[in-house]
């Protein structure tokens, strides 16, 4: 019998996901008849290995906006550098909307210090230690958002120094 080769569909299903809902919200539509119910669910899907996306649903009941959602995440998902001990290689910031979020790297044995849907983005990533401020709006989307594109810009010290054309020893002097 001849061995079938894993596609990128299968990988994703055999790591284990976690997911958590940052926010479930009640949201309306006016219609002809009235007004149309429906749930908004928002969605961190990760694997605590590097790899997080955030998503959205919406639905007429809840654990549908939630299933909704979680397929939109894994949609999403991008994959996020770590260091040996479980931080980020350098300083970065994220804008979405009107939230902007800075995350640092911590020594190791700091923990995640970050509040709200920034704490969940980084716990589902993986990351250990890190340093986070979520400046601007409060809106928890945004916020979500903001640090997946602070995530998306870390590069590691490989990509820099093949972007520059030296070794990876040249950055050091």
């Known amino acids: 019998m001849a061995?079938?080769?894993?596609?990128?569909?299968?990988?994703?299903?055999?790591?284990?996901?976690?997911?958590?809902?940052?926010?479930?919200?009640?949201?309306?539509?006016?219609?002809?008849?009235?007004?149309?119910?429906?749930?908004?669910?928002?969605?961190?899907?990760?694997?605590e290995t590097g790899q997080v996306g955030v998503g959205v649903g919406k639905a007429g009941d809840v654990i549908g906006a939630v299933r909704k959602g979680v397929a939109d995440g894994k949609k999403q998902l991008i994959e996020v550098p770590l260091t040996k001990s479980n931080s980020i290689t350098h300083i970065t910031n994220g804008v979405s909307g009107g939230a902007k979020v800075v995350v640092r790297p911590a020594a190791p044995g700091t923990g995640v210090i970050a509040g709200g849907a920034v704490r969940t983005v980084l716990e589902l990533a993986g990351v250990k230690n890190i340093l986070a401020k979520q400046l601007g709006s409060n809106n928890p989307l945004n916020n979500a958002r903001a640090a997946i594109n602070a995530l998306e810009t870390l590069r590691t010290f490989s990509e820099v120094a093949e972007e520059r054309g030296v070794s990876v020893e040249h950055l050091y002097t």
């Open 3 to 47: 061995k079938r080769r894993k596609t990128s569909r299968e990988k994703k299903e055999d790591t284990n996901w976690q997911e958590r809902v940052i926010q479930i919200r009640r949201v309306s539509k006016v219609v002809k008849g009235g007004k149309k119910l429906s749930f908004r669910a928002i969605v961190v899907v990760g694997n």
